[in-house]
Each structure stands twice: as structure tokens, then as C-alpha cells.
Nanobody
Framework: QVQLVESGGGLVQPGGSLRLSCAAS????????MGWYRQGPGKQRELVTV???????NYADSVKGRFSISRDNAENTVYLQMNSLKPEDTAVYYC?????????????WGQGTQVTVSS
């Protein structure tokens, strides 16, 4: 089983920046994609961005040009740099990892970290 631990959330003013981190730990696994989802107040969880082990990325239209995902494969860690934050970015951000263990594909989730954008 893979555990994901997130950090870096908090309160920031509109236009500010935050950097989230997510570290995966466990044994005998290979991660092929990691990403971030978010769930705002009264909203469904939505994909923010994802990055594959090869470095391919995909972003939600709402964050393109403002958010950037990066990954340290050796450390099984993914980062989300969030710039030009808007109040509508307020949400709980969840880290996600798709991994292979014992020939089977699994899905892991972090506990979530709160991001609040407010003046």
C-alpha cells in the first residue's frame, strides 16, 4: 500500500503564491502518474493537473498558465506551484497517485490540504 502525505496549504491573498508537496511512501511499487485534485465548498472534486513518470502534463483550463506541476521520480514526490491565486481556487487539494504493485494497478489519495485565497 502506498501512503501519500501532503504539505504546503494555507491562507494566501489573491494574487499570491503557494507551493504544495506530496510524498509517496511504501514498498515495492512503481508510480506511473501523480496529480492533484481539488474540492471547493459545495462543489464536486475536480482534476487540477497530472504528471506521468515520463513528464507529460495535463492541466485544467482554469489553472493553465498559473499552476505548474513537477515531479521528483527518485523521491516519489510531486509539487504543485500555484501562482496568481484567485478566490475561486479556494478548496481542499488532494494528491493522487496511480501505481503498480504486484502486477496490479492501484489508486492512492492523500488526506487533503486546505488552500484558502482571501483578502
Amino acid at each position: 500500500q502506498v501512503q501519500l502525505v501532503e504539505s504546503g496549504g494555507g491562507l494566501v491573498q489573491p494574487g499570491g503564491s503557494l507551493r504544495l508537496s506530496c510524498a509517496a511512501s511504501g514498498s515495492r511499487f512503481v508510480i506511473y502518474a501523480m496529480g492533484w485534485y481539488r474540492q471547493g465548498p459545495g462543489k464536486q472534486r475536480e482534476l487540477v493537473t497530472v504528471i506521468t513518470s515520463g513528464g507529460s502534463t495535463n492541466y485544467a483550463d482554469s489553472v493553465k498558465g498559473r499552476f505548474s506541476i513537477s515531479r521528483d521520480n527518485a523521491e516519489n514526490t510531486v509539487y504543485l506551484q500555484m501562482n496568481s491565486l484567485k478566490p475561486e481556487d479556494t478548496a481542499v487539494y488532494y494528491c493522487n497517485a496511480n501505481y503498480i504493485r504486484g502486477g496490479l494497478v492501484y489508486d492512492a489519495w492523500g488526506q487533503g490540504t486546505q488552500v484558502t485565497v482571501s483578502s
